[in-house]
């Protein structure tokens, strides 16, 4: 069974620029969590993905965005970067949106400069 | 508002002194409770999750227990090798299905 796995691993940009992040979700799981972790603190919820849909969102502004595909990998987009946008993102896939166990990708750690 | 609380923010403990880690929580209905192991840099990795009020699961030298308001980690002889952060998360009953996570208790473990 493979796990999750996002890409790339490490990133730098500037100011201003747009970012791709891409996360593949394990085998079966339908559901796809992105998070925020800035150093020292837990992860923030970004958005849900569920079956290509968005399912809920948490405090992050438009600039943020997100796709899930057909075969549930996703990705997400963050416009117009920020110096505070630099953090540790988290990609987790679940079998369902209701209460099963997320398993987290290793990470892509993204430095705005 | 939903919130979760972790302590002590930090911990030392030789190796073989048993400790216990508390997440304590306020949510409005409880769906899941999760705790994670996270290594510097990577990304969190499973533990347990939890349900209801009660409940008790086990790992190796970690046990896990749920009451209506807090979790507790209990680890027992611990090694160096369990030096890392652990994460207690939950997911409410209503609203978004996001998990909400507190900030961690940073655990080292001296030889």
């Known amino acids: 069974e493979t796990g999750v796995t996002q890409s790339p691993t490490h990133l730098i940009k500037t100011r201003g620029q747009q970012v791709t992040l891409r996360c593949s979700s394990q085998?079966?799981?339908?559901?796809v969590s992105w998070y925020q972790q800035a150093l020292g603190q837990g992860p923030q919820f970004i958005f849900q993905?569920?079956?290509?849909?968005?399912?809920g969102r948490g405090n992050f502004p438009p600039r943020f965005s997100g796709l899930q595909f057909p075969n549930y990998s996703s990705e997400l987009n963050v416009n117009a970067l920020e110096l505070d946008d630099s953090a540790l993102y988290l990609c987790a896939s679940s079998h369902s949106n209701e209460g099963d166990t997320q398993y987290f990708g290793p990470g892509t750690r993204l430095t705005v400069l | 508002e939903d919130q979760v609380t972790q302590s002590p923010e930090a911990l030392r403990l030789q190796e073989g002194e048993s400790s216990s880690l508390n997440c304590s929580y306020t949510v409005s209905g409880l769906r899941g409770l999760f705790w994670y192991r996270q290594d510097p840099g990577k990304g969190p990795e499973f533990l347990f999750t939890?349900?209801?009020a009660g409940e008790e699961k086990e790992k190796e030298r970690l046990k896990a227990t749920l009451t209506k308001k807090e979790s507790f980690l209990h680890i027992t002889a611990p090694k160096p090798e369990d030096s890392a952060t652990y994460l207690c998360a939950v997911q409410a009953a209503s609203g978004t299905y996001k998990y909400i996570f507190g900030t961690g208790t940073r655990l080292k473990v001296l030889a």
């Open positions: 939890l349900y209801s």
């Open positions: 085998s079966g799981h339908n559901t």
């Open positions: 993905y569920y079956r290509e849909e968005e399912n």
